[in-house]
């Protein structure tokens, strides 16, 4: 099995101090890979390396065989790799069904500006079609009852979901998620854990997890990668990692 995501002997430098180094690892199809350390290990640096909004200084990047360690972040977004921030990041002004819209907006066929702007009736069939196909998805993201409301008026768990129904809209092969748990309450909690089975389960999507609950990321990751000080402490399955002592001493503890 090729994997969808393989990370090759990244190392990132800021003013001469080390951000990673020699940091490796895969992703398998329709695997859920937790990404742990304290603050500061490097896990962000890794996700803006991955996601293409950092160059590393060396080693690569492929998604699916292909290297993309010089393709920009759009051409990687195409390709089928999604992320969400550790600080959610919406267009505020669009409604929460525009922000998920957006995603699959790219993939045209609807005329353009002009069509918009001349409501060309292909164009509003166009919407009308794909607003109807995300409609399953934004009720299982809880966001029913917000998706005439703006993104940037809603409360941070519903910012955050509606990053996460964004990141799963348009059939990912290997979505990055950046402490999603943060700002959710119990209902949303239960959400994005639906969401998370949903994508590999239904999809073989697979999903890469910084996440700084550890209950979360144990529960559902088949392997976890350990960081500490931009370097690799331990990579293994979760039980693995979950009793080994390194990892104890520097994180877990």
Not at 100 to 119: K, N
Request: aromatic share 4%; net charge neutral.
């Amino acid at each position: 099995m090729t994997p969808v995501l393989e990370v090759d002997q990244v190392s990132v430098a800021f003013a001469g101090v080390k951000a990673l180094s020699g940091v490796s690892f895969t992703v398998d199809p329709g695997e859920v890979v937790g990404l742990i350390g304290p603050n500061g290990a490097g896990k962000t640096t890794l996700f803006d390396v991955i996601s293409g909004l950092k160059r590393p200084d060396s080693g690569r990047v492929l998604l699916s065989g292909r290297d993309v360690t010089r393709r920009s972040a759009v051409y990687r977004s195409r390709a089928g790799l999604r992320r969400t921030f550790q600080r959610q990041r919406v267009y505020a002004t669009l409604t929460a069904e525009d922000n998920v819209l957006a995603a699959v907006e790219w993939h045209g066929g609807g005329g353009g500006i002009a069509a918009d702007m001349l409501a060309l009736p292909w164009r509003r069939r166009l919407e009308k079609s794909r607003r109807l196909t995300l409609g399953p998805l934004l009720a299982g993201c809880g966001l029913s009852e917000y998706g005439s409301r703006p993104a940037g008026a809603l409360p941070i768990g519903g910012a955050r979901m509606v990053e996460l129904a964004r990141a799963v809209a348009d059939h990912p092969k290997v979505v990055l998620l950046d402490e999603p748990t943060s700002g959710l309450g119990e209902p949303e909690m239960a959400l994005l854990s639906q969401q998370v089975t949903a994508l590999r389960q239904e999809s073989e999507c697979a999903v890469l997890l910084i996440e700084h609950d550890i209950g979360f990321v144990m529960e559902h990751s088949d392997r976890i990668v350990a960081l500490e000080r931009g370097t690799v402490l331990a990579h293994g399955p979760t039980e693995e990692i979950r009793n080994n002592q390194a990892v104890q001493d520097a994180y877990l503890s």
